[in-house]
Every structure is written in structure tokens, then in C-alpha cells.
């Protein structure tokens, strides 16, 4: 069975500041994939990362997957309101049918 | 694209009785679907993966014959909730599996709220 540590769990932060998610596993996986979510709503596709040490930015958020594949950071910097939400990462495996998820990070942006 | 559509969002049932729940993939033809089960503040259980036209694939201590999944085609599974009980509420989510290529993506609906009371 494969195993995803997301840390940390919560993290309040005042708006501005930076912030980095962390998800670690003894497993390695075909790709990473990361999700936000906000409530009552399903998860929402942020990116994926494939290739060990690759590094994908989305605006103000940055993805890195290590180089081994066995984990993953986020890093959001000069965060705002607007990205308050629920952050999962999911590994596949090497079939690429199936994800683990993360225990997920819950992120609330003060203004 | 990648679009995934679900289908009601809130239900709210008699114990005892069924539900059933839709899950589309609206612009693109799944090769895999899964349903997940969210608990408040929780990250995602999977639940089940469902392959068309093959039974579906059930994760342990998740029982079949509570959870009937059916996947009729390419872009529509089904889920149905059979003599539900209060214990059953929750948050429902199903996904679709996109080839991206190189590698599998998965596109989640918006969930479905059940509540039995």
C-alpha cells in the first residue's frame, strides 16, 4: 500500500506572507498530481508533475516534484484570500489508474 | 475540457430507501471512473473504481452490495446507495481518468451531498 504524508494539516497565515506544503511518501509514483478544494465542492486540478525534479509554476504557486518521485512541495508566495481552500496531493501509480491521496492541507488566507 | 458532471449535488432521504447518483464525463471518454467518499475535513477514501462494461473494483471494508456501482459507457458511471442509512451520509465524489499522454489525469465532479435521515 502506498502511503502520502501531507503536511502541515492546517496553517493560518495573514495575506502576503509564504508558504510551502509538503508531501512525502517511502513509495515512488508515475506522477504527482495536485488538487484545491473548497467547500461542498469537488477537487479541482491544479497540476501535474511527471519527470523527478521537475518544477511547474502557476502564477503565484510552485510545484516541485523531487528527484527520486517520492515526494512533493507547493509553495504559494504572497498568498491572498482567494487561496483559502483545501490542498490535496495524490500520487499514481505505475499503472496510472489509481491515485493516493494525501491527508490534505487546509489553508486559510486572514486579509 | 475535462469536465466531470455529477449529478443531483444535495439529496436528502428516508432511511431504509435508495439513492442513486450520476457521474458524467461531459467533453471526453473516461477509461476509468472512480467514487470517493469525503468525511468532514477530510482528505478523499476511495471508494470503488468502475472500467465500462467490467464489475467494479471495491477498496476494503466497502461493501458491494451497499455501494452498486454500474458503468454503463465511456462517460457515465452510476452509484446507488442501497437501504440508506444515516451512517451513509456524506460526501460523495466521483472522478474521470483522462490520458494526458504520458500519464493518467484524474477530473473530479462537484460531489454529492447526502443526508438520511
Known amino acids: 500500500t502506498q502511503l502520502l504524508e501531507q503536511s502541515p494539516q492546517f496553517l493560518s497565515i495573514q495575506e502576503g506572507e509564504n508558504l510551502t506544503v509538503y508531501c512525502n511518501s517511502s513509495?515512488?509514483?508515475?506522477?504527482l498530481q495536485w488538487y484545491r478544494q473548497e467547500p461542498g465542492e469537488g477537487p479541482v486540478l491544479l497540476v501535474t508533475?511527471?519527470?523527478?525534479?521537475e518544477v511547474k509554476k502557476l502564477k503565484r504557486l510552485t510545484f516541485q516534484f523531487g528527484d527520486a518521485r517520492k515526494d512533493s512541495s507547493l509553495h504559494i508566495t504572497a498568498a491572498q484570500p482567494g487561496d483559502t481552500g483545501l490542498y490535496l496531493c495524490?500520487?499514481?501509480?505505475?499503472?496510472?489508474?489509481?491515485?493516493?491521496f494525501g491527508g490534505g492541507t487546509r489553508l486559510m488566507v486572514k486579509p | 475540457g475535462a469536465v466531470v458532471s455529477q449529478h443531483p449535488s444535495r439529496v436528502i432521504c428516508k432511511s431504509g430507501t435508495s439513492v442513486k447518483i450520476e457521474c458524467r464525463s461531459l467533453?471526453?471518454?473516461?477509461?476509468?471512473m472512480f467514487w470517493y467518499r469525503q468525511f468532514p475535513k477530510k482528505s478523499l477514501m476511495l471508494m470503488a473504481t468502475?472500467?465500462?462494461?467490467?464489475?467494479?473494483?471495491?477498496e476494503q471494508g466497502v461493501e458491494k452490495d451497499k455501494f452498486l456501482i454500474n458503468h454503463a459507457s465511456l462517460t457515465l458511471s452510476t452509484l446507488t446507495v442501497t437501504s440508506a442509512h444515516p451512517e451513509d451520509s456524506s460526501f460523495y465524489i466521483c472522478?474521470?481518468?483522462?490520458?494526458?499522454?504520458?500519464?493518467?489525469?484524474?477530473?473530479f465532479g462537484p460531489g454529492t451531498r447526502l443526508t438520511v435521515l
Open positions: 472522478s474521470a481518468s483522462r490520458w494526458g499522454g504520458s500519464y493518467n489525469e484524474q477530473f
Open positions: 513509495s515512488v509514483f508515475s506522477s
Open positions: 508533475v511527471v519527470t523527478g525534479g
Open positions: 495524490a500520487g499514481a501509480n505505475y499503472a496510472g489508474n489509481m491515485l493516493t
Open positions: 467533453d471526453f471518454q473516461a477509461t476509468t
Open positions: 468502475s472500467n465500462e462494461g467490467s464489475k467494479a473494483t471495491y
